[in-house]
């Protein structure tokens, strides 16, 4: 009898090696980032300079541990366990109101008190919601088309988690989620038209809010003009860009930014990109772009190859998830995009964000290792052995 191809599914041992290494190397551009922009605001505010990167050092110790954790945990279980993960993180949305439990920071309530560390429930509800609509469009596939079954149960889910979300409020967290909701569904087989009656409705009512609040009000004027308002609502931004021009094509090097000298606020978080750019110039901030291009053409290229429709929903929502608030932070740091308070994955400070997004790519790569591929080249045809004669 011919040899036939081995065809194998892949062991924990085998995943996405490049995706892995990929993130890692994200991850310490981070934290040496955290370090350098931080001390000296650190110092200042709490008489310790490795404040932010030792409780940043503790979130990346968990999220690498939440990372080996989704890599070898089969992504099947989450089917089981979907709508406890969205009941759990519902519940958590909605205890950040609650006095004593949730805590506000510069008056926005986002974070859960849990001892000496602190939780963003809205980092987590991107991937509970991620998970209830690759459970939910796997089951519904040929019934997408339908606008009671295939539309409207996503959205009124959906709506009430950014409902809670907007309400903390954290207006940059509740549109990555939508764009988020209405990509899954557009891949799922929703109807086109069902998605821009919705965002006929929605988008005027985003403008609406952005004109009577006075402070997203003022970001966009910002955006106009940051020049023109410089040394007020513009001046972040202003900063920001000027980071980005001081540092040219190769940077000043490594700890030598002048923004990070309290030019620049909250420059270990919303806007490291503009310190890291100053530093490493140009091509630094292309060899930040690369890294995350390879983490979505891996995401895209796995959403393709995974095994089940359910693999493949999951695969592309994970991705989703760490790619656009990437795109989002990149283009709101160089002045393309408005000012919005969403951080870069795997480089701003923030241990939910960090948390949530390591937890993602091990998902990613337990898909990864399901994939099924041939273990080599098909071994030469072979004839039979003869047997030997009686």
Not at 89 to 106: A, E
Not at 251 to 267: E, H, I, T, V
């Given at each position: 009898?011919?040899n036939?191809?081995?065809?194998?599914?892949?062991?924990?041992?085998?995943?996405?090696?490049?995706?892995?290494?990929?993130?890692?190397s994200?991850?310490?551009?981070?934290?040496?980032?955290?370090?350098?922009s931080?001390?000296?605001?650190?110092?200042?505010?709490?008489?310790?300079?490795?404040?932010?990167?030792?409780?940043?050092?503790?979130?990346?110790?968990?999220?690498?541990?939440?990372?080996?954790?989704?890599?070898?945990i089969?992504y099947?279980?989450y089917?089981r366990?979907?709508?406890?993960?969205?009941?759990?993180?519902?519940?958590?949305?909605?205890?950040?109101?609650?006095?004593?439990?949730?805590?506000?920071?510069?008056g926005?309530?986002?974070?859960?008190?849990?001892?000496?560390?602190?939780?963003?429930?809205?980092?987590?509800?991107?991937?509970?919601?991620?998970?209830?609509?690759?459970?939910?469009?796997?089951?519904?596939?040929?019934?997408m088309?339908?606008?009671?079954?295939?539309?409207?149960?996503?959205m009124?889910?959906?709506?009430?988690?950014?409902?809670?979300?907007?309400?903390?409020?954290?207006?940059?967290?509740s549109?990555?989620?939508?764009?988020?909701?209405f990509?899954?569904l557009?891949?799922?087989?929703?109807?086109?038209?069902?998605?821009?009656?919705?965002?006929?409705?929605?988008?005027?009512?985003?403008?609406?809010?952005?004109?009577?609040?006075?402070?997203?009000?003022?970001?966009?004027?910002?955006?106009m003009?940051?020049?023109?308002?410089?040394?007020?609502?513009?001046?972040?931004?202003?900063?920001?860009?000027?980071?980005?021009?001081?540092?040219?094509?190769?940077?000043?090097?490594?700890?030598?930014?002048?923004?990070?000298?309290?030019?620049?606020?909250?420059?270990?978080?919303?806007?490291?990109l503009?310190?890291f750019?100053?530093e490493m110039g140009?091509?630094?901030?292309?060899?930040?772009?690369?890294?995350?291009?390879?983490?979505?053409?891996?995401?895209?290229?796995?959403?393709?190859?995974?095994?089940?429709?359910?693999?493949?929903?999951?695969?592309?929502?994970?991705?989703?998830?760490?790619?656009?608030?990437?795109?989002?932070?990149?283009?709101v740091?160089?002045?393309?995009?408005?000012?919005?308070?969403?951080?870069?994955?795997?480089?701003?400070?923030?241990?939910?964000?960090?948390?949530?997004?390591l937890?993602?790519?091990?998902?990613l790569?337990?898909?990864?290792?399901?994939?099924?591929?041939?273990?080599?080249?098909?071994?030469?045809?072979?004839?039979?052995?003869?047997?030997?004669?009686?």
């Open positions: 009898m011919q036939e191809t081995k065809v194998h599914v892949a062991t924990p041992v085998h995943y996405d090696q490049m995706l892995q290494i990929t993130t890692c994200l991850l310490a551009l981070g934290m040496a980032m955290i370090f350098i931080s001390t000296l605001m650190a110092q200042s505010q709490y008489d310790d300079a490795y404040y932010f990167i030792k409780r940043q050092g503790v979130y990346a110790l968990l999220g690498l541990g939440a990372l080996f954790l989704g890599r070898y089969n099947h279980n089917k366990w979907v709508y406890y993960i969205l009941l759990l993180s519902l519940i958590t949305l909605v205890l950040v109101f609650v006095p004593g439990i949730g805590g506000k920071i510069r926005a309530a986002r974070w859960l008190r849990l001892g000496p560390l602190t939780l963003q429930p809205s980092e987590f509800a991107k991937l509970a919601m991620v998970m209830f609509l690759a459970y939910s469009l796997s089951r519904k596939q040929e019934k088309k339908y606008f009671a079954i295939g539309f409207l149960p996503h009124l889910v959906a709506g009430l988690f950014i409902a809670l979300i907007l309400k903390e409020p954290d207006f940059g967290t549109i990555t989620l939508g764009a988020i909701v990509t899954m557009f891949v799922g087989g929703t109807r086109v038209t069902h998605i821009l009656l919705t965002l006929s409705a929605v988008i005027p009512l985003g403008v609406l809010m952005v004109l009577r609040d006075p402070k997203k009000f003022a970001r966009i004027l910002s955006f003009d940051p020049w023109k308002h410089g040394q007020d609502v513009g001046y972040q931004l202003k900063q920001a860009l000027l980071a980005i021009g001081s540092g040219g094509l190769w940077g000043l090097g490594p700890g030598q930014s002048r923004a990070k000298l309290f030019y620049l606020p909250d420059c270990h978080t919303d806007f490291i503009a310190i750019s100053e140009f091509l630094g901030v292309l060899l930040v772009m690369a890294l995350f291009a390879i983490i979505l053409c891996r995401g895209f290229r796995l959403s393709l190859k995974a095994p089940d429709s359910f693999g493949s929903y999951l695969a592309l929502g994970l991705t989703l998830m760490i790619g656009l608030p990437a795109l989002i932070n990149m283009g740091v160089s002045g393309i995009l408005p000012t919005k308070g969403l951080s870069l994955p795997f480089l701003s400070y923030g241990g939910s964000g960090l948390l949530v997004n937890l993602a790519v091990g998902i790569l337990n898909i990864s290792s399901q994939v099924k591929f041939p273990l080599g080249p098909p071994p030469r045809a072979t004839k039979p052995p003869v047997e030997a004669e009686k």
